[in-house]
């Protein structure tokens, strides 16, 4: 009975951060929908503020970004999720238990981050639980407009606020990110080159899902244990197309 009442109260986030981010001045909005548990088409299209291109389905070349390039203003996250292995509300990180770049872990939004900040695009705001918040404080610094939307007391648990008040706090919050964006308060996200990625698949995944992902020959992975991976590469887009190829691996 919730299924769809919960695709809606998504959408109207979406929506509110649309409205807020108009009001301060922007016009044009792409929508990316990064919740894989049904496929990537959790928003409600049809409810959609009607100005915004949405990005749904599976597989997609750059997953959660797919579509930005140079042109972005800016890249907001509503809805996002702590790493893999945190104390955050459905915490997890792709398909991995542990994911670093050049050492420092980054969860999904820092990924995806990293990928906008070779574009030379910054993040602005990040929306979700306090956990995935103070990780992503520790990723981006204080670079970012956050809203905590609610405080995790479990992996299913939370406290929250009602969906109306959410709603008003990223509205405000993209009107002020894309405020500060304009002033240039914000960098986008950069590390050296290249970037050294090692990564662990989830445990829970079986053998022949790791074996599957040992073989993308494309991507010339070195296995470094049972389940962990080295990849070398100067290009945070092929990091992005690599893990589309592993999402469409263990997605199914």
């Known amino acids: 009975d919730y299924w769809d009442r919960f695709r809606l109260l998504l959408t109207q986030e979406v929506n509110a951060t649309i409205r807020g981010a108009r009001a301060a001045g922007a016009r044009s909005f792409v929508v990316n929908e990064g919740h894989g548990g049904n496929l990537f088409a959790n928003v409600l299209p049809w409810e959609l503020d009607s100005s915004a291109i949405l990005v749904r389905g599976f597989p997609k070349p750059l997953v959660m970004v797919t579509g930005i390039d140079s042109s972005f203003g800016t890249l907001m996250f509503t809805g996002a999720h702590a790493n893999a292995g945190s104390p955050g509300v459905l915490a997890h990180n792709f398909a991995f238990d542990s994911f670093t770049v050049n050492g420092k872990v980054l969860n999904e939004v ?27 404080r520790k990723i981006l610094a204080d670079g970012f407009i956050a809203i905590v939307t609610k405080r995790a007391v479990g992996r299913s648990a939370a406290i929250t606020y009602s969906p109306a008040k959410v709603r008003r706090m990223l509205q405000a919050g ?27 698949l989830r445990q829970t995944y079986p053998d022949s899902v790791v074996r599957e992902i040992a073989a993308l020959a494309e991507f010339k992975l070195e296995k470094t244990g049972s389940r962990s991976f080295r990849y070398v590469t100067d290009s945070a887009r092929r990091m992005g197309w690599l893990l589309d190829a592993i999402e469409e691996t263990v997605i199914r």
């Open 174 to 200: 993209a009107a002020e990110a894309v405020r500060r964006e304009r002033r240039g308060d914000f960098q986008p996200f950069t590390m050296e080159r290249p970037y050294r990625v090692e990564f662990a």
């Open 110 to 136: 820092g990924i995806n981050a990293l990928i906008a900040g070779e574009l030379g695009v910054s993040v602005s705001l990040v929306s979700g639980d306090d956990v995935l918040i103070e990780e992503t």
